[in-house]
T-cell receptor, first 113, second 109 residues
């Protein structure tokens, strides 16, 4: 039973480029959560999605960030016009139902040069 | 919003020693999880423990929700236990997990 998959594991972007991070939840899980971890800090909630719906995006920056979880395929976290401050580890988690035990992927480490 | 504190912030142990990590939270919670982030950055689920006591091998956890704290016990520590231990709490229904700042554990051979 495969766990939560994230790709790429490492991503390097120049300032101003776009970053697209992908997350495939565990089999049977339809709830996906994205978190950001800055160096030497804890994880901060960004967005919670169910298939085709954004349930809670209270942790998402208002500009440049967006997330989707289409009916088919992985969840995507998209960061437009990246800046150096976006450099962080981005983790995705999934759960079988809302507000329940979450299982985390290995993370995508984004570096903006 | 809810505040989550973890203590101690840093802990150095000799292999074989026991330890207790604490997580305090400022308001009632629906759920609580403990995670281990290993030195490679991977987050590993340890316990999903909104209340009561659970054990898994050398690790056990207790949550006393009415007193707003949870404890993680590590017995006979090994070098592979090194990393950062996070607790995450879920405030009342409709709000997402809030992570504590973590306890950084180093187990020396």
């Amino acid at each position: 039973n495969a766990g939560v998959m994230q790709n790429p594991r490492h991503l390097v972007r120049r300032r101003g480029q776009e970053a697209r991070l992908r997350c495939s939840p565990m089999k049977g899980h339809s709830h996906v959560y994205w978190y950001r971890q800055l160096p030497e800090e804890g994880l901060k909630f960004m967005v919670y999605l169910q298939k085709e719906n954004i349930i809670d995006e209270s942790g998402m920056p208002k500009e440049r960030f967006s997330a989707e979880f289409p009916k088919e395929g992985p969840s995507i976290l998209r960061i437009q016009q990246v800046v150096r401050g976006d450099s962080a580890a981005y983790f995705c988690a999934s759960s079988p139902r809302g507000y329940y035990e979450q299982y985390f992927g290995p993370g995508t480490r984004l570096t903006v040069t | 919003g809810i505040q989550v504190e973890q203590s101690p912030p840093d802990l150095i142990l000799q292999e074989g020693a026991n330890s207790t990590l604490r997580c305090n939270f400022s308001d009632s919670v629906n759920n609580l999880q403990w995670f281990h982030q290993n030195p490679w950055g991977q987050l590993i689920n340890l316990f999903y423990i909104p209340s009561g006591t659970k054990q898994n091998g050398r690790l056990s956890a207790t949550t006393v929700a009415t007193e707003r704290y949870s404890l993680l016990y590590i017995s006979s520590s090994q070098t592979t236990d090194s990393g950062v231990y996070f607790c995450a709490v879920e405030p009342p229904v409709g709000q997402n997990f809030v992570f504590g700042p973590g306890t950084r554990l180093s187990v020396l051979p």
